[in-house]
């Protein structure tokens, strides 16, 4: 009796594993603990594991990762759904809360699963330095001192926080959780590392979203591609009804930077993080623009002021040290990539701004393009190994994208491109939306999602 009694718990033991994607160590096999409930007291009605994963993959004597696992939804659900979080940088399973109020409409239906992707959130790379300087913020002017002190901080690790590595992540965790196939929801970043996923492993994938989109082909550091969108965005705000704007503030801000071109990157970093934080209204950008033209500029150092406000982030919560050894090995840049020499940096970068038109960088400047934060800080980034990437093709991809159409994050033109790869895919632009459209839209963008995930 006593040994029945042993065999039929140990088999109950081993049903319950296999509903939550596996509980004890007999069950889940190496690199991950199964689940069970989260000891969060704000998490406590979801479910959390860890997986376990090689810093360096072609080293079997590498040091390990745990990467922080959340699951929510039915976890019972025959369909699985891979959340990811953008940045680079933010976490997974902390933002829980907010983030699953998006999926009332699928959660019956589907198993919701988000991490800590590799140097995000419980676990995070912290650079002190560096996160003081920049925060929250992507734009944001790094002093080379920071960047630096960071590299050193994580030293020869720094090559195996590339884009590579996180999608190799994301395909033990399928595993781990014996999920064949499944949908994965990018947002922002995480966007990037969705397509990425996707291009790798496109047998996997059975619906692909991503809101607020980072295309994985013509994403540079200059970002000169992008500033047609900001004059457009600013007229659009202008144009709103009730919004009596005192001028044409894209003309305004190019009036601004002529006076004073050094202005050009902490212009593009004000107006960029204003779309995230009051896509409807743009708070007081307009008439700080005008005025600044015109030679006052008390209002612009407001602005300044304010952005500086909200830019502020603990690692935990948006790992600038992430940011940097993501970025600067998976960005295309004027002087090539990551093992590129050092001391070649600036004169490429020089040379390649200095080709651009009048008409490609208004109404910002060559300033803008060759000295925004992410260009600085990855020109200071040294020499790192490139990791290796494949063909990205996306055919045959079963996509939706979703864009906000004041979205200066990650602007329009993005997400035309984004369209453009992945041939039959849908592209939805919500009229004076911004940033993260599931989370922070309107009901009909998450009906719109809940429709193609049940589909």
């Not at 208004?362 to 060759?370: G, I, M």
């Not at 020109?379 to 990205?392: A, H, I």
Request: glycine share 10%.
């Amino acid at each position: 009796m006593r040994r029945h009694r042993t065999s039929i718990l140990l088999t109950a033991a081993t049903l319950i594993a296999g509903l939550l994607g596996g509980s004890t160590a007999q069950a889940s096999g190496p690199g991950w603990t199964g689940l069970s409930p989260c000891v969060q007291p704000e998490l406590t009605a979801y479910l959390c594991g860890d997986l376990t994963v090689r810093l360096d993959r072609a080293d079997r004597r590498s040091r390990t990762l745990d990467l922080p696992v959340l699951v929510a939804g039915n976890p019972q659900a025959q369909r699985t759904m891979l959340m990811l979080t953008g940045g680079p940088g933010q976490p997974g399973p902390i933002l829980a809360p907010r983030v699953l109020r998006a999926f009332e409409g699928i959660k019956n239906d589907y198993r919701i699963v988000m991490l800590d992707q590799r140097g995000t959130g419980a676990n995070a790379l912290n650079c002190p330095e560096l996160q003081d300087e920049r925060g929250g913020n992507d734009l944001r002017v790094p002093s080379r001192a920071a960047v630096l002190a960071c590299a050193a901080t994580l030293g020869a690790d720094r090559e195996h926080y590339a884009t590579t590595d996180s999608v190799a992540d994301f395909e033990d965790l399928r595993r781990a959780l014996k999920v064949d196939q499944w949908a994965v929801n990018g947002v922002s970043y995480g966007t990037y590392t969705a397509q990425r996923y996707a291009a790798a492993h496109r047998a996997r994938v059975t619906h692909l979203v991503l809101d607020s989109v980072v295309p994985v082909g013509s994403f540079r550091g200059e970002l000169v591609e992008t500033f047609g969108d900001h004059a457009r965005v600013l007229r659009d705000v202008c144009a709103a009804p009730g919004r009596n704007c005192p001028g044409d503030p894209a003309a305004d801000l190019a009036s601004v930077v002529r006076q004073d071109p050094a202005l050009g990157p902490k212009l593009l970093e004000a107006v960029t993080m204003v779309s995230y934080v009051d896509p409807a209204r743009f708070l007081f950008t307009p008439e700080a623009l005008h005025a600044a033209a015109g030679g006052d500029n008390t209002r612009l150092r407001d602005l300044f002021a304010l952005v500086d406000q909200f830019s502020g982030a603990p690692a935990s919560q948006y790992s600038q040290g992430i940011q940097a050894a993501t970025l600067c090995l998976d960005l295309d840049f004027p002087w090539g990539g990551a093992q590129s020499a050092e001391h070649s940096r600036a004169r490429k970068a020089d040379l390649a701004v200095s080709r651009m038109s009048p008409e490609q960088l208004w109404p910002y400047n060559a300033a803008a393009a060759r000295g925004n934060g992410e260009m600085v800080m990855c020109e200071n980034w040294p020499k790192v190994k490139d990791p290796e990437v494949r063909g990205l093709s996306l055919c045959g991809v079963n996509a939706l994208l979703l864009h906000g159409e004041r979205d200066l994050g990650t602007p329009l033109v993005w997400a035309r491109e984004a369209q453009r790869d992945i041939p039959g895919s849908r592209l939805v632009v919500v009229p004076d939306g911004g940033h993260s459209l599931q989370v922070n839209g309107a009901g009909t963008v998450r009906q719109t999602v809940a429709e193609f995930l049940l589909h």
